[in-house]
Nanobody, 133 residues
Framework: QVQLVESGGGLVLSGGSLRLNCAAA?????????MGWFRQAPGKEREFVAL?????????????HYADSVKVRSTISGGSLKNTMYLQMNNLKSEDTAVYYC????????????????????WGRGTQVTVSS
């Protein structure tokens, strides 16, 4: 497994933007095939937000997949090594309020949308995002 640390959360006004960061601090990062973001709002189950699957070179040309609720407002990207990942979220809404978790998977799936939450082996502790209206 890989140790993941999230940052970048906080309080933001409705319509604002923020960038969430995920760093793989320790572990066998070379095995990572995909990284993703999930979120959990109070009283709700954890849900998928976005993921990026590594290609042969780096994240920059990796395959991405988004939940419909964030698709047009978000961009997931990664650094040149398998140890950083970012989620840029724009036009934030109150329903985006949640704890956001970074996750990593050692499994390769050709079609990014085939990834399930159970494919992700490593998880961060989460970062709180609160959108105030």
């Amino acid at each position: 497994q890989v140790q993941l640390v999230e940052s970048g959360g906080g309080l933001v006004l409705s319509g604002g933007s923020l960038r969430l960061n995920c760093a793989a601090a320790a572990g066998r990062t070379f095995r990572i095939q995909a990284m993703g973001w999930f979120r959990q709002a109070p009283g709700k189950e954890r849900e998928f937000v976005a993921l990026i699957r590594w290609n042969d070179i780096n994240w920059n040309s990796g395959v991405t997949h988004y939940a419909d609720s964030v698709k047009v407002r978000s961009t997931i990207s990664g650094g040149s090594l398998k140890n950083t990942m970012y989620l840029q979220m724009n036009n934030l809404k109150s329903e985006d309020t949640a704890v956001y978790y970074c996750a990593a998977s050692n499994r390769f799936r050709r079609v990014a949308s085939d990834y399930a939450e159970t494919d992700f082996d490593s998880w961060g502790r989460g970062t709180q995002v609160t959108v105030s209206s």
